[in-house]
């Protein structure tokens, strides 16, 4: 593999991809096949039992993605006006990316535990 071009290169990386995408596929329907024969085999009606959905889910996703996009922005400014003078500014976009990130997902745990608690003090 010394003299590989990239043109050989790109044409296995895509064999690859698409091996591991097939791949992945088939192990989702494996083990969703393979959880429906446990089902049946307890006794159990596999069309009854859904998945448990998870109300604050879609909170928590969306606040985590607007504090890292806002966490990004932030950098971008600070790293074409503050930083101008310095060449490497990596670390303050990933410092940025993580702190909002991390405020989006405590914002999150604090609207879940208001909610969680006026639902409690109702019952």
């Given at each position: 593999?010394?003299?590989?071009?990239?043109g050989?290169?790109?044409?296995?990386?895509?064999?690859?991809?698409?091996?591991?995408?097939?791949?992945?596929?088939?192990?989702?329907?494996?083990?969703?096949?393979?959880?429906?024969?446990?089902?049946?085999?307890?006794?159990?009606?596999p069309?009854?039992?859904?998945?448990?959905?998870?109300?604050?889910?879609?909170?928590?996703?969306?606040?985590?993605l607007?504090?890292?996009?806002?966490?990004?922005?932030?950098?971008?400014?600070?790293?074409?006006?503050?930083?101008?003078?310095?060449?490497?500014?990596?670390?303050?976009?990933?410092?940025?990316?993580?702190?909002?990130?991390?405020?989006?997902?405590?914002?999150?745990?604090?609207?879940?535990?208001?909610?969680?608690?006026?639902?409690?003090?109702?019952?």
């Amino acid at each position: 593999m010394e003299n590989m071009d990239t043109g050989n290169l790109g044409v296995m990386a895509g064999i690859i991809i698409s091996l591991g995408f097939f791949a992945m596929i088939f192990g989702i329907i494996y083990l969703h096949r393979r959880e429906r024969m446990a089902m049946i085999e307890r006794g159990m009606d596999p069309r009854r039992y859904k998945p448990q959905s998870a109300p604050y889910q879609t909170l928590k996703w969306g606040l985590l993605l607007i504090g890292a996009g806002a966490g990004l922005f932030i950098a971008y400014i600070l790293d074409r006006t503050v930083f101008v003078s310095q060449d490497d500014n990596a670390a303050i976009y990933f410092g940025l990316i993580a702190i909002c990130g991390g405020l989006g997902l405590f914002t999150s745990y604090k609207i879940e535990k208001k909610e969680t608690d006026k639902i409690a003090a109702q019952e």
